[in-house]
């Protein structure tokens, strides 16, 4: 069964300083990888994906993530924090096992950028 | 890029008493959207996959007489929570997906916020 996991419950950066939120996958075919943000009370925004390609991903507001084929691992990036980062962050997998292309999202990771 | 939205944002009801919650793609068809459920400080777990023209395809341990989907056209899809209780209180949030090049790319909905007094 396809899965994600992201090992922090929070991230805590300062402000301009780099920042990376982790991210592991398990999965049995080509992996479709998505990384989503939160504010509070609103739903999600979609930041980035890797489907096929470059293994570093750019994608909205400046994030990156990096795809690691050897380690499952597709961890978010930005060379530097906002405190407008502030979120939380969801990475994802499309679901192989369902027919419509649902996504399996991680538990979420909370990011606290302090000026 | 392509929009959902969703309403209302908020409703607050009393036990006993069903609500619907709309999801609308605004620019674009959708023939498949998505129902997801969170709760606080908690992931997104999906409830059902709703197809226009059919019937909704539900996850395991979500109860299809409960909440109730349809999916009538292109760009609208409904989840009716009927008869609602407080444990039904939660954050709920649609998702459609787009026609990208790809076919592999959701977009959200705000969320709507129920709480069952």
């Known amino acids: 069964a396809q899965s994600v996991a992201q090992p922090e419950d929070q991230v805590n950066v300062a402000e301009g300083n780099p920042l990376t939120v982790k991210c592991t996958y398990s999965v049995s075919g080509n992996p479709y990888l998505f990384w989503y943000v939160q504010y509070p009370n609103r739903g999600l925004q979609f930041l980035l994906k890797?489907?096929?390609?470059?293994?570093l991903v750019k994608g909205s507001y400046g994030f990156e993530a990096e795809f690691n084929k050897s380690q499952t691992s597709f961890h978010l990036k930005k060379p530097s924090a906002l405190v407008s980062d502030s979120a939380l962050y969801f990475c994802?997998?499309?679901?192989?096992?369902?027919?419509?292309?649902?996504?399996?999202f991680g538990k979420g990771t909370k990011l606290s950028v302090k000026p | 890029g392509a929009v959902v939205s969703q309403h209302p944002s908020w409703v607050i009801c009393k036990s006993g008493t069903s609500v619907k919650i709309e999801c609308r793609s605004l620019d674009f068809q959708a023939t498949t959207m998505f129902w997801y459920r969170q709760f606080p400080k908690q992931s997104l777990m999906l409830m059902a996959t709703?197809?226009?023209?059919?019937?909704?395809?539900?996850e395991q341990g979500v109860e299809k007489d409960k909440f109730l989907i349809n999916h009538a056209s292109l760009t609208l899809s409904t989840l009716t929570v009927t008869s609602a209780h407080p444990e039904d209180s939660s954050f709920y949030i649609c998702s459609a997906r787009a026609p990208t090049g790809d076919g592999n790319e959701q977009f959200f909905g705000p969320g709507t916020r129920l709480t069952v007094l």
């Open positions: 994802a997998v499309r679901d192989y096992g369902g027919s419509q292309g649902n996504l399996i």
């Open positions: 709703s197809n226009e023209g059919s019937k909704a395809t539900y």
């Open positions: 890797y489907i096929t390609g470059d293994n």
